[in-house]
Nanobody, 121 residues
Framework: QVQLVESGGGLVQAGGSLRLSCAAS????????MSWHRQALGKQRELVAI???????NYAEFLKGRFTISRDNAKNTVFLQMNTLKPEDTAVYYC???????????????WGRGIQVTVSS
């Protein structure tokens, strides 16, 4: 089993910054992709950023360079640095990891419980 624990969310004023962290635990053999998603109240979950095992990144168009995804491989942790936050960034943010676990290298696709980010105007 892979467990993900998110941290770093909270309330911030518009224009401020937050850094989200997502730490993975379990008998992880490899991680193929790490990503952040968000879901605002009454809306569908959407992809924010994704980081592949090879280091390639992709971001949602609406971010316009305000967010940065990164990782600490040694700690199986993925980060999301969020700058110049706007009220429309208010949402529950979820991390997602895809990879393999255990001796038999079974595939896994794990989601965190989500963490609230609220941006006040």
């Amino acid at each position: 089993q892979v467990q993900l624990v998110e941290s770093g969310g909270g309330l911030v004023q518009a224009g401020g910054s937050l850094r989200l962290s997502c730490a993975a635990s379990g008998n992880i053999f490899s991680i193929n992709a790490m990503s952040w998603h968000r879901q605002a109240l009454g809306k569908q979950r959407e992809l924010v950023a994704i980081l592949s095992s090879g280091g390639n990144t992709n971001y949602a168009e609406f971010l316009k360079g305000r967010f940065t995804i990164s990782r600490d491989n040694a700690k199986n942790t993925v980060f999301l640095q969020m700058n110049t936050l706007k009220p429309e960034d208010t949402a529950v943010y979820y991390c997602n990891l895809v990879g393999t676990i255990g001796y038999y290298r079974r595939d896994f696709n794990a989601w965190g419980r989500g963490i609230q980010v609220t941006v006040s105007s």
